[in-house]
């Protein structure tokens, strides 16, 4: 992390899980936990529990968050949520692209893009997830895929809206698997993001835009991962969940 240029942000993805009832448990536990963070702290919830998670947080600084919006503002898409439903409930992040929506319902980087404009227009700021396969990294490929992630998942995304967004690097084989990157690869990835956001605007707005890691960060690795100049938070999944160990990672953060 490197405060004095960036914000750090510690996000919990917490995927689909927790009902209604057990998200206002969780986030009450959290809290107060959290209250003085020297960081933002954002919980990404399922869409069924977002208005419980808005009312159990007012008030304190941890920030709500969306797992995926659609790219329309309304219309005959069953089944799916617009960037103006989740603005209006007073929203205020959303997580895009993630590997699992790749993997088992056909997202593809086109897509991305249109949702991560379609947020940025309705005001929501969108945690973009890029990250490798495992057999993409053994063919050393992996910075032609996260370059050509970057490229077209920002495609179009002026250097006024980049102020919004942050990227969260996932490689694909650390998530949920226990694997983590090691600080050295993380750092290695989200410096190269860096640069390619460099090229594709310029060195300002590639220094203030927040890049985290995300894959199998928890209690025990974060604060490694997050000693790296270009780790500027972290994305949780499985550690989210249970309290003590999102706080503690909340508390490596704001070190
Ligand atoms: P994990 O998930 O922390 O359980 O690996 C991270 C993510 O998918 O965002």
Redesign the pocket.
Known sequence: MNKAKRKAVIAG?WKMNKTPAEAKELLSAVAPLVKDADCEVIACVPFVDLQTALETTEGTNVKIGAENCHWAESGAFTGEISAPMLASMGVEYVVLG?SERRQYFGETDETVNKRTKAALASGLKPIVCVGELLWERECNITEEVIARQIKLDLWDVTEDELKNVIIAY?PVW???TGKTATAEQAEEVCAFIRATVAKLYNQAAADALTIQY????NDGNAEELLSKENVDGG?????SLVAEKFAAIVAAASK
């Open positions: 993805n993630h996932e650390a998530i949920g995300g894959g199998s960060m994305l949780i999944g499985g550690a």
